[in-house]
């Protein structure tokens, strides 16, 4: 199967950078993006803070990697959908692979949702993070729009509504975890989601 990276995916990253981006995740998980100082990130990775300086050059540019580094490794899990499959069906692939990576990885989730309605993160860029790392989506997108399968909705606004559909679904799937392994419930969320941004009467069915 082929997988979807990035074109322009980030240069090989030093063990340092990913020791920090570790330790950033891992207290933001816990403490929320507030919560961790970058004192505390750079103790927790075991550099000192010149080091995680030199890295990143504040806070928000750690937020901001950290982000576009965990968008890049759930891409890069998700194989393309066969172009057989009806746009709904590549739709439900794409969603039920992201979900279940969401869901063994919950401390990604937790700074994803953290960072979904936060100000340190600008949604231009956060638009931007997603397409270039999550290409599938706004393609998919596109092409249900030009068959008359996804309204015809500005594609920001597209994106927006499918991440805050996604987020909040995964996110009760990881505090009810039998929830997240019922079929019944995987399957009324996926049609959930879809029902958001299909034309007409096509989610209901």
């Known amino acids: 199967m082929t997988h979807l990276a990035p074109d322009n995916a980030p240069p090989a990253m030093t063990d340092k950078r990913r020791l920090l981006l570790d330790a950033a995740l ?8 507030q919560g961790a100082a970058t004192a505390r990130i750079a103790k927790a ?16 540019a750690l937020i901001f ?3 576009h580094d965990i968008k890049t490794r759930l ?26 990576w969401m869901l063994t990885h919950p401390n990604e989730l937790k700074y994803v949702l953290g960072l979904f309605h936060s ?4 949604r231009s860029a956060r638009g931007q993070i997603l397409s270039d790392t999550l290409p599938f989506l706004p393609a998919l997108l596109a092409q249900g729009q030009a068959s008359g399968e996804i309204t015809p909705a500005p594609m920001p606004l597209l994106l927006e509504v499918c991440q805050g559909q996604f987020l909040a679904c995964a996110a009760l799937f990881v505090e009810q975890p039998e929830r997240g392994q019922d079929g019944h419930w995987q399957a009324c969320a ?6 958001a941004i299909a034309a007409g009467r096509e989610g209901g069915e």
Request: negative net charge.
């Open 26 to 33: 891992a207290l933001c998980a816990e403490d929320g993006l």
């Open 45 to 60: 990775a075991g550099v000192a803070n010149g080091t995680l300086f030199h890295h990143f050059p504040n806070k928000e």
């Open 65 to 67: 990697a950290l982000y």
């Open 75 to 100: 891409g890069a899990e998700i194989c393309a959908a066969p172009s057989s499959l009806s746009l709904r069906e590549q739709a439900h692939h794409y969603w039920q692979q992201a979900m279940s």
């Open 119 to 122: 100000p340190l993160l600008a």
């Open 190 to 195: 996926f049609t959930l989601f879809w029902g």
